[in-house]
Nanobody, 128 residues
């Protein structure tokens, strides 16, 4: 059974950091590109970042570039999202998803329809 499980969310003050984890079971994460998405209340789901398999190329949305870092630990079958300098507008449910192929689509990695399997999400709240 293919499953993605996110963890690491929580409440953090503005300017703080969190590291989200996306652990896979039932398949090898390294066989697919993995994306992180987020959805705030009343808003559509939006792409945050993507990491390709094999070459490890990464993509970031402009609103997180320079603050978030995506990485992969093949041995642990886990993808991480390190989030620094968090802002209140980063508050959302964060989900990871596996792409259909090895590489993030350069022109469409941020589109949910590019991804097959999704985790249940983890809440991130940035507030003082």
């Amino acid at each position: 059974q293919v499953q993605l499980v996110e963890s690491g969310g929580g409440l953090v003050q503005p300017g703080g950091s969190l590291r989200l984890s996306c652990a896979a079971s039932g398949f090898t994460l390294d066989s697919y590109a993995i994306g992180w998405f987020r959805q705030a209340p009343g808003k559509e789901r939006e792409g945050v970042s993507c990491i390709s398999s094999r070459n490890g190329s990464t993509y970031y949305a402009d609103y997180v570039k320079g603050r978030f870092t995506i990485s992969r630990d093949t041995a642990k079958n886990t993808v991480y999202l390190q989030m620094n300098s968090l802002k209140p507008e980063d508050t959302a449910v964060y989900s990871c998803a596996s792409d259909r192929g090895l590489y993030c689509s350069a022109y469409g990695w941020f589109a949910p329809y590019e991804y097959d399997y999704w985790g249940q999400g983890t809440q991130v709240t940035v507030s003082s």
